[in-house]
């Protein structure tokens, strides 16, 4: 680990524009999007980023290679409807113990929005992960219980953080180009959810009790 380094997830379901937003990180000239969402998230402007998937984070820890030995401020693009989600979400806190800080921006889109997303993926024969599509499927059955399943997605990353104790953490809208100071009312988890979770997420580790 180096003496500064920050991880960024950007975080969301498949088409909800993860990799055109992590673009505009990229970019030299930045959009004003970024610039709101880091400026929200006290990460300075002028870092670069270099971008990890889940896949090949894990591959590099898993050889010994490290995460940290080019560039010590690294984005890592997380898919909520991969199929190896759970894989990903078992091995992201060993990717955040290589780093010193940890944020996550959580992209939203509305649900009908994203179903007409998946829809044109479809049409033009595009790969779309089994999860997504049966979600997309669901919704031809069932609109409300795909709805019900999609928003599903936001509350268990929130409910995630909290647990990982990942506090520094946002959710934007980049097709409206909208930096929440709230959680959309339809991703929003009920209060009683919210208070455990955030009980838990404020409690002492075990570690700060052996110091």
Same mark, same amino acid.
């Given at each position: 680990?180096?003496?500064?380094?920050?991880?960024?997830?950007?975080?969301?379901?498949?088409?909800?524009?993860?990799? #055109?937003?992590?673009?505009?990180?990229?970019?030299?000239?930045?959009?004003?999007?970024?610039?709101? #969402?880091?400026?929200?998230?006290?990460?300075?402007?002028?870092?670069?980023?270099? #971008?990890?998937?889940?896949?090949?984070?894990?591959?590099?820890?898993?050889?010994?290679?490290?995460?940290? #030995?080019?560039?010590?401020?690294?984005?890592? *693009?997380?898919?909520?409807?991969?199929?190896?989600?759970?894989? *990903?979400?078992?091995?992201?806190?060993?990717?955040?113990? *290589?780093?010193?800080?940890? $944020?996550?921006?959580?992209?939203?889109?509305?649900? !009908?929005?994203?179903?007409?997303?998946?829809?044109? !993926?479809?049409?033009?024969?595009?790969?779309?992960?089994? *999860?997504?599509?049966?979600?997309?499927?669901?919704?031809?059955?069932?609109?409300?219980?795909?709805? @019900?399943?999609?928003?599903?997605?936001?509350?268990?990353?929130?409910?995630?953080?909290?647990?990982?104790?990942? $506090?520094?953490?946002?959710?934007?809208?980049?097709?409206?180009?909208?930096?929440?100071?709230?959680?959309?009312?339809?991703?929003? @988890?009920?209060?009683?959810?919210?208070?455990?979770?955030?009980?838990?997420?404020?409690?002492?580790?075990?570690?700060?009790?052996?110091?």
């Amino acid at each position: 680990m180096t003496s500064e380094s920050t991880l960024v997830v950007v975080a969301g379901p498949s088409a909800s524009g993860k990799t #055109t937003f992590i673009g505009q990180i990229k970019q030299r000239k930045r959009s004003l999007l970024v610039d709101e #969402t880091f400026e929200s998230l006290c990460i300075p402007l002028g870092i670069k980023f270099a #971008t990890v998937g889940a896949n090949q984070a894990r591959d590099s820890i898993r050889r010994g290679d490290g995460l940290l #030995t080019s560039r010590p401020y690294r984005i890592l *693009h997380l898919d909520l409807t991969s199929k190896s989600r759970g894989k *990903h979400l078992k091995f992201c806190p060993i990717i955040f113990s *290589h780093f010193n800080s940890v $944020c996550s921006i959580q992209i939203y889109l509305p649900y !009908r929005e994203w179903l007409n997303r998946i829809r044109a !993926r479809i049409d033009a024969g595009e790969f779309i992960s089994r *999860h997504a599509k049966k979600l997309y499927e669901d919704a031809k059955d069932d609109y409300k219980l795909g709805e @019900r399943l999609y928003r599903r997605l936001y509350v268990r990353w929130e409910n995630f953080l909290d647990v990982k104790r990942i $506090c520094n953490r946002i959710t934007i809208d980049p097709y409206e180009k909208i930096v929440f100071k709230r959680k959309p009312r339809d991703i929003r @988890r009920n209060i009683f959810t919210r208070s455990v979770y955030a009980a838990i997420c404020r409690r002492p580790m075990l570690s700060d009790f052996r110091r």
